[in-house]
């Protein structure tokens, strides 16, 4: 029988703040069979595109790619807040659903040709993958393809990454 993933996903309303529906993935996470099925459907989507460099904003977004990158046996870089990462990095900032943010990347992080999955739990308004497509781009990266958990219409966040191949497991 096929899983049906939304059964994995909580909704809370008013969190983190009034008017904020909060999709959260735990439920998913914590069934290993659910976790592993809904990753594959993210390796298949990757197999397909050559996949060679996965990055993945902070937090959820390592969630998703880390275990994608095992599974291809391709390296995976974390896009980390501010004054996480030591060393030289870039950074992009953005505007989310809730406030205002900068992500960081380490200026090694991807070779300039690489091809390049952008991973997340969840596209709201775009923001974030925007960023983190802009830092890999920065790099001389060539984003092949973005791929989330959870695609949250209403945002249209699909708007600013129209140019990039998209995969969504659920839609709200
Ligand atoms: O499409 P957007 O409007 O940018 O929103 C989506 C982003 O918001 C959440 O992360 P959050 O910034 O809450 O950080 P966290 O993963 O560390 O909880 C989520 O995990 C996505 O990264
Ligand atoms: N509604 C939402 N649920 C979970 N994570 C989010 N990140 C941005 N908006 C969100």
Known sequence: M?????KYIASYPDFPEPGILFRDISPMLE??????????KIVDFAKAR????????????FIV??????KLGVGFSPARKKNKLPGETIEESYG???????????????????????TDDLLATGGTIDATIRLVEKLGGIVVGTAFL???SDLKGRDKI?????????KY
Do not use: H
């Open 2 to 6: 096929p899983i049906d993933f939304s």
């Open 31 to 40: 069934n290993g069979e659910v976790y592993r099925a809904a990753t594959d």
């Open 50 to 61: 050559n996949v060679q460099m996965i990055v993945g904003p902070e937090a959820r977004g």
């Open 65 to 70: 790619g880390c275990p994608v990158a095992y």
């Open 96 to 118: 989310l659903e809730y406030g205002k943010s900068s992500l960081y990347l380490r200026t090694n992080a991807v070779k300039p040709g690489q091809r390049v999955l952008v």
């Open 150 to 152: 959870i695609e949250l």
């Open 162 to 170: 129209k140019d990039y191949d998209f995969f969504s497991l659920l």
